[in-house]
């Protein structure tokens, strides 16, 4: 397998991401905090709220929204409402996600509703999205009319997309789709994943470091190449990684029947017996695969070359990732902020949680 | 793509479908699809004024909408119009600072409402905090007194460092007011720092 190293052409020291992250992240969690009223009713309400915002995480999508504000002349500071709210929005994605595919484990811990009921985690979900409007109208304040206005169409687009993708998620399981291809996926995680994670922060990030000047439109073919790695890891990870690690449970998503990568390329590649082992398992409810099922559709994409297609497919995005952070990142400065989204592009590949 | 060559053919695939996938939605919103249209960037212009986008503004409100039918929420806050100097101020690691308190725009004989949220940053917690206000001054001196201005809590005994605490500000507007704005400033005991522009507008009983 090719791996992305790329960088020795960039003169800048590669930045340590984690120590990075870790840097952003402790900006996020006093903002984060303070985002959460600490009234009543807190047992059924305020205190779920915190729940996964206050686990461990790697706070990709704000770091990505602070970055790109500093590469583009602003300071970090000036979008971190924007970025607080991204980080909310996601976490309310999170809870209702987690209802929707039966998660048990998020963050390392129990997901909210396997530990509150299905409930009161849809209302703390709730709760999280109102927060994440409630931060964003008072960043939107801040800024001058235009800026304003512009931010939250990016907002307004970025909801759009990920509900759709969520849709088309669901729909695919639930009308047991099979005919599935590669590119299927990408445009699903496009929806689903990239633009909220990846697209929508740097584009954000930008326009607010800009003052509203920056020519985002670069930002969408970067943007979904470095979210496309990192959903493909992510992934990954739910099949080879360490749970203790990783924070969710591992084959979750093969328990599921979620239309990944792996899973697309399996049915396109398994024949005979297989293939009707892997529509049966497909066909049936989540509760109906047992883990010796799991285990074999597991078993199948070792046999297949399944991960190692995934792993490769996403390298050779990765790789397309450098050229198009040029792109959308010419003429900034190449500072530390520059660097570390840059640095991201193979950390994405590598990453164990 | 300059060294394409040199990756293996499932990686090549990749870059190609992705390629494809981007494109695609590139074209969309080129020919000015659903996603923002082909928009231009947003130049600083000196005639910009500050603050969030004038109310009542179609794409704020789609927003709104949008969020609220997603989430099956509501989002009943007033909007702010203007952007204080002492608003929420999320580039301070410090202090206790407030959001913009405006009060929804009411005829004389009503109560207008409004909200104002307190953020403590200030790494202690901070104890008996008490808002109060003198009178709301309209251009030409008429004023609604300070007395009809009221706290909901009254007095916070204690915020916590990184928490932040809302409170309901109400005013009962006399029978006699004459329509307008009328503005002022809310100060805070214990929180010497703190001072915010608090604005009220008045406006004409419908007929």
Redo the contacts between chains.
Sequence with gaps: MTTVERGADLELATPDVAERLSEYSEKLRGALAGAVPDGEPASWLYDLVREYPTRPAKFIRPALCLAACEAFGGSSTDSLGPAVAIELLHNAFLVHDDIADGSLLRRGDETLHARHGIGLAVNAGDALAVLANRVLRQSLDRYRATLADRVAREFEAMLLRTVEGQAIELGWRRDAVLDLTPEDYLDLIMRKTCWYTTIHPLRVGALVGSGGAADVSEMIRFGFYLGAAFQIRDDLLNLVGDEDVYGKEILGDLHEGKRTLMLIHLLGSAEGADRAVLVDYLRVERDERSDDLVAEVRSMMDRYGSIDFAADYATGIADAAFDAFEEAFAGTRQGDAYAFIRALIPYMLERTF | ????R???D??????E??????G???AQ?DRGGP??GA?P?????DG???????VG?D??N???T??SS??????G?P??Q??PPN??D??S?HGVRA??VTLSPSPPGRCAEGELWL???SGSPVADVRLHCGDLRRHDGAAVSATALRFDPAHVEEL?D?????IRVSVDIPDDTPPGRYRGTLLAANLPDLWLPIELEVVAEPS
């Design positions: 793509m300059a060294n394409i040199a990756l293996g499932i990686q090549r695939r990749g870059i479908a992705a390629n494809i996938v981007v695609r939605l590139i919103i996603l923002f928009e960037p947003v130049a600083p212009t910009d004024h500050p603050g969030r986008p004038p503004s794409l704020m789609q927003y709104m949008l969020m997603f989430f099956g929420s509501l989002f806050l909007a702010a203007g952007n608003g929420v999320w580039s690691a959001d913009p953020h403590n940053r916590p990184l928490t932040s605490r809302g």
